[in-house]
């Protein structure tokens, strides 16, 4: 028995004295290993990083679940799953694309640098307006291609040109 009339039993008390050990060594390692300490900010910006992103892709009702049925809330969840496994499989893709191309092209990509790119970016994506879910005709049926530096730079100079010179 762990407790009695409200209050632990000395088992009860001796458990969870037990379960703090596990919590003090953490936040002591916390304190004292700086390794540690940017392991776990790692890890908490790589979540935060996701959160982030789901919340961009579950923008609607500002990420509230609003149905009636439990079944329907995990439908939306599921979905929001689906869709957010979708654009970091997406991105992991056309980075790796990117970082290839980069090597191909002679630049000196590090590992290292590689390794701090996160699948979570999502300025490119249009989380709103009209979508068409069908393939378009890839000769490869592989990724698109990548687009020409100079060529976006140009396009952005003549966009940026006509915002200016609107009326």
């Not at 632990?8 to 916390?30: E, F, M, N, Q, V």
């Not at 609003?66 to 980075?95: C, H, K, P, S, W």
């Amino acid at each position: 028995m762990l407790s009695r009339d409200g209050r632990p039993t000395p088992l009860g008390d001796a458990i969870a004295h037990y379960g703090r050990i596990a919590k003090s060594l953490h936040i002591l390692r916390l304190a004292d290993e700086p390794g540690y300490r940017r392991q776990i900010k790692a890890q908490a910006n790589l979540q935060q990083g996701r959160h982030s992103l789901a919340r961009k892709i579950f923008h609607g009702r500002s990420g509230q679940l609003y149905q009636r049925y439990q079944e329907g809330m995990e439908d939306q969840i599921g979905a929001l799953g689906l869709v957010l496994n979708a654009v970091v499989l997406f991105n992991t893709r056309y980075m790796d694309a990117a970082v290839a191309q980069l090597r191909a092209d002679g630049f000196d990509v590090r590992d290292e640098d590689v390794a701090q790119l996160s699948p979570f970016v999502r300025h490119h994506i249009n989380m709103l307006g009209r979508y068409s879910f069908q393939l378009p005709d890839l000769p490869t049926r592989g990724l698109r291609p990548l687009r020409d530096k100079d060529a976006a730079d140009s396009q952005n100079m003549v966009r940026h040109h006509l915002r200016e010179n609107e009326f």
